[in-house]
């Protein structure tokens, strides 16, 4: 979804009627009321109207804070401990996946995601993957070079595709296993 903003004569920003609509629309929302929540004030412009936000970055500052804010009480709460503890635990238990079990479950993705040239998108596998094993992209990328590495001749990465992971400073968006 494409959202056009444009400067007013004055220098303001402003969002045109059928783009607010659309989004708010989006959002389960009506026009006017998504207006109100951006501070924004509706005008005549040539056949139509448009939106015109008169603070933008005040509306940008406040929200920053209001999020700040959240995550202060989530860290006095305590929240903020137990979602750092669990990403520890899952960052510990992927440094423990073994090569055996990262090719089983590489293996595993590929054969779910393989066309019929034999590449799959490198991105299908990393999210099975991931999901199998609990890694991160990172993590991933890590584990698949090393076992690009040691598999020589086995695993041919290929550049290209909409979506890439990045493996030692370069972008792959396929995979085929030999």
Known sequence: MSILLG????????????????LA?????????????????EEPAGRGS??????????????????????????????MGGVKR????????ARRVGPSEFEEALRWAYSQARGPTGYAPIRAIMRLVSSKLGLSEAQFAEALAAFAEA????????????????????????????
């Open 50 to 79: 448009r939106f015109v936000l008169d603070d933008p970055l005040g509306f940008l500052l406040s929200k920053v804070l209001e999020v700040e804010a959240r995550l202060r009480r989530l860290e006095e709460a305590g929240g």
């Open 25 to 41: 629309e989006r959002l389960g929302s009506t026009p006017e009321e998504l207006a109100e929540r951006l501070g924004a004030r």
């Open 151 to 178: 598999n020589r001749g086995r695993v041919l990465l290929l550049q290209g595709g909409d979506e890439k992971v990045y493996i030692g400073g370069r972008a792959y968006g396929y995979i085929k296993l030999l």
């Open 7 to 22: 400067l007013t004569e004055d220098g303001k920003l402003y969002i045109r009627r059928s783009d607010l609509e659309r």
């Open 86 to 93: 669990a990403e520890e635990g899952a960052m510990g238990d």
